[in-house]
C-alpha cells in the first residue's frame, strides 16, 4: 500500500506563489507516475500535472502550462508543485496521486492511490 502526504497548501493573493509537496511512503515502485489534480467547490476533480518518476517527463494541462512546474526528488519520496503566477480560478482543494507504470493518464480514475488533499485559496 503506497500512503501520499501533502503539505504547503495556504492563501495566497493573485500572481503569488506557492509551492506543494506530496511524500509517498509505504511499497512504492520506481515505475511509477505521481499526478496533481485539483477539485474547486461544484466541480469535478481535474488533471493539473503529472511527472512520470522513470525518466522524468512532465505533462501538464493547458490551463497551468507555463505557470505550474512539477519536479520529483527520488532519493525523498516526494514530488512537487511550484506554482507562480496563481490566479483566482486556481482556488481548489490539490491532490496528489499515484499510479504504477508508466503511462500517464489525465483522469482520477486511472490513479489508484491518493493524498488528503490540500486547500489552495486564492485572493483577488
Known amino acids: 500500500q503506497v500512503q501520499l502526504v501533502e503539505s504547503g497548501g495556504g492563501l495566497v493573493q493573485a500572481g503569488g506563489s506557492l509551492i506543494l509537496s506530496c511524500t509517498a511512503s509505504g511499497r512504492t515502485f520506481s515505475s511509477t507516475v505521481m499526478g496533481w489534480f485539483r477539485q474547486a467547490p461544484g466541480k469535478g476533480r481535474e488533471f493539473v500535472a503529472a511527472i512520470r518518476w522513470s525518466g522524468g517527463s512532465t505533462y501538464y494541462a493547458d490551463s497551468v502550462k507555463g505557470r505550474f512546474t512539477i519536479s520529483g526528488d527520488n532519493a525523498k519520496n516526494t514530488v512537487y508543485l511550484r506554482m507562480n503566477s496563481l490566479k483566482p480560478e486556481d482556488t481548489a482543494v490539490y491532490y496528489c496521486?499515484?499510479?504504477?507504470?508508466?503511462?500517464?493518464?489525465?483522469?482520477?480514475?486511472?490513479?489508484?492511490?491518493w493524498g488528503q488533499g490540500t486547500q489552495v485559496t486564492v485572493s483577488s
Open positions: 496521486a499515484a499510479r504504477p507504470g508508466v503511462v500517464v493518464h489525465r483522469v482520477p480514475d486511472a490513479y489508484d492511490h
